[in-house]
Nanobody, 122 residues
C-alpha cells in the first residue's frame, strides 16, 4: 500500500490550499483515511479523518469550519481542502490510512504518506 500526498506550498494568511492523497495497492473500502500535521518543534497533531465507506468526516477543533475532507472513490484519492489558513497551520501534512478504532491516534494507522509542507505567511 502506498499513499502519495501532494499539494502543499506557500500561501498567505487567509488563503486556501487543497492537499491530495492518492492511495494505491489495495482496496480501501473499510479504511479510515486521516490527515495529521507536524509543525516544527511540535508533536504530530490530528487534523481530521474520513471513512471510505459512507464518507463520515471528523475534524480537530482547531480546523473545524475551515478545513474539509472529501474523497473520490473512483480515484482512490482523499482531499483536504484548507480555507482561511492561519500562520499556525504551517506544518508538514501527512495522510494516513488503516483500520482505525481511535481516529486521532496516529499509531493506529497502518500506512502513511511522505508528507507535504504547508507554509502560511502572515
Amino acid at each position: 500500500v502506498q499513499l502519495q500526498a501532494c499539494g502543499g506550498g506557500l500561501v498567505q494568511a487567509g488563503g486556501s490550499l487543497r492537499l491530495s492523497c492518492a492511495a494505491s495497492g489495495r482496496t480501501f473500502s473499510s479504511y479510515v483515511m486521516g490527515w495529521f500535521r507536524q509543525a516544527p518543534r511540535k508533536e504530530r497533531e490530528f487534523v481530521g479523518a474520513i471513512r471510505w465507506s459512507g464518507g463520515s468526516t471528523y475534524y480537530a477543533d482547531s480546523v473545524k469550519g475551515r478545513f474539509t475532507i472529501s474523497r473520490d472513490n473512483a480515484k482512490n484519492t482523499v482531499y483536504l481542502q484548507m480555507n482561511s489558513l492561519k500562520p499556525e497551520d504551517t506544518a508538514v501534512y501527512y495522510c494516513a490510512g488503516g483500520y482505525v478504532k481511535h481516529l486521532g491516534v496516529g499509531n493506529e494507522y497502518d500506512y502513511w504518506g511522505q508528507g507535504t509542507l504547508v507554509t502560511v505567511s502572515s
